[in-house]
């Protein structure tokens, strides 16, 4: 398994860097990405079907024209979800086939322009997926030093269980916020913490800032008093909240504005007094702790 401190505690999502959002130019993501690194968030999470399969290949020769030393940064990528638009498909679905998975990589590979990928995620389960076969296309790429880690992204901790039986899980992506709270029930982060898989978490903001309702009302009145207290804004706290988690879940903050960044940079030296965490769960839960 990687060491704790492989990644970065605050991962930099590329996402919205291409055509799926501020279609950054090549220069953009050259200066966005040193200031990433100037902030200490040296991790950088992809996937091929972002910006229809464009923004891999635009942030790689973005790289590929920076002094940027490749030992300094992580890159994680995604792969399986086919889509309509930017492939010739009839339909969405999902490839796992050996002969896909270790494709994808190696097209992935090509358009970072980088000879390994540290962390390699199949993006979200099939009910065709077939572990066995997956292994062996896995352990390809993991002998031939294409990918470092493996993982996956939005998997319940059955499905890892089944997977983990033919090839060793090291994390795993899934949607959590203070919104959204189910991987501390369900049993996703209890997986992570019994078997010492690195947490991710996307969307990590969830919904406080795009909705308007008695749950993000109630959050946002406890961040003002907090903010207040630790002289931090909303999203910091709500970094900090996550962070304390005991899978220690890494945010993939999705902004790229440089002010943001680095704020969510500092989020890591928040330290939540105890009572002040449940102060902010129960205001998304309405209710006390049980």
């Not at 930017?86 to 050996?98: E, F, I, L, Q, S």
């Not at 998975?101 to 190696?106: N, P, T």
């Not at 991987?183 to 991710?200: E, H, K, L, S």
């Amino acid at each position: 398994m990687p060491g704790k401190e492989y990644f970065s505690k605050v991962i930099v999502g590329t996402m919205t860097w291409g055509s799926w959002g501020k279609q950054l130019s090549k220069h953009g993501m050259i200066a966005l990405t040193e200031h990433c690194l100037d902030n200490g968030l040296c991790t950088f999470d992809h996937a091929d079907i972002y910006g229809d399969y464009s923004t891999e290949a635009e942030f790689g020769k973005a790289f590929a024209e920076s002094n940027i030393d490749r030992s300094k940064i992580q890159l994680i990528t995604k792969c399986g979800i086919q889509m309509t638009s930017g492939r010739d498909n009839r339909r969405k679905h999902y490839d796992y086939r050996k002969e896909y998975i270790v494709w994808s990589a190696e097209e992935s590979l090509r358009k970072l322009k980088t000879d390994y990928l540290d962390l390699f995620l199949l993006h979200r389960p099939s009910p065709l997926l077939d572990p066995a076969e997956v292994a062996e296309a896995i352990h390809s790429l993991l002998e031939s030093g294409k990918i470092r880690h493996f993982g996956v992204s939005n998997f319940t901790p059955s499905q890892i269980a089944m997977l983990d039986k033919f090839i060793s899980v090291e994390a795993n992506q899934v949607e959590f916020s203070l919104t959204h709270l189910h991987p501390m029930y369900d049993g996703t982060f209890d997986d992570c913490v019994a078997n010492q898989r690195i947490a991710m978490s996307w969307s990590p903001l969830g919904n406080v800032y795009r909705e308007d309702n008695p749950q993000t009302s109630g959050i946002k009145e406890i961040l003002s008093q907090l903010g207040k207290k630790y002289g931090v804004d909303d999203s910091q706290l709500l970094l900090a909240w996550m962070l304390k988690h005991p899978a220690c879940p890494r945010p993939v903050i999705g902004t790229t504005t440089k002010e943001r960044i680095s704020a969510s940079a500092k989020a890591i030296h928040i330290e939540l007094e105890l009572q002040d965490w449940f102060a902010l769960l129960e205001a998304s839960q309405g209710r006390e702790v049980l």
